[in-house]
């Protein structure tokens, strides 16, 4: 059974920082490209981050560039995204997800598994 498990999240203030991870089980993992995308309340569920199988791309949205960092540790199937300089537009549930079939990385269409997702809340 393949299983996604996030953690990190919680409530921190305007400029802070979180990390998240997410324990993978039940398949290769490290074969995967995988990724983040969250989903704040009334709002579509939206790309954050994507890693390829061995780090060698990653892909950011522009809201995120230069304050989160994606990364994975394929020897203990996690991967993590570390944010920084948080905003209170950073607040959502955080997913994170792993493809199962090709398609751009960006896409929410090629991530066959997901997490539960992590909630992440940022006052200012």
């Known amino acids: 059974q393949v299983q996604l498990v996030e953690s990190g999240g919680g409530l921190v203030q305007a400029g802070g920082s979180l990390r998240l991870s997410c324990a993978a089980s039940?398949?290769?993992?490290?074969?995967?490209?995988m990724g983040w995308f969250r989903q704040a309340p009334g709002k579509e569920r939206e790309f954050v981050a994507a890693?390829?199988?061995?780090?060698?791309?990653?892909y950011y949205s522009d809201s995120v560039k230069g304050r989160f960092t994606i990364s994975r540790d394929n020897a203990k199937n996690t991967l993590y995204l570390q944010m920084n300089s948080l905003k209170p537009e950073d607040t959502a549930v955080y997913y994170c997800a792993t493809q199962t079939v090709g398609s751009f990385p960006t896409s929410s269409r090629g991530y066959g598994y997901w997490g539960q997702g992590t909630q992440v809340t940022v006052s200012s």
């Open positions: 039940g398949r290769t993992f490290s074969r995967d490209t």
């Open positions: 890693i390829t199988w061995n780090g060698g791309r990653l």
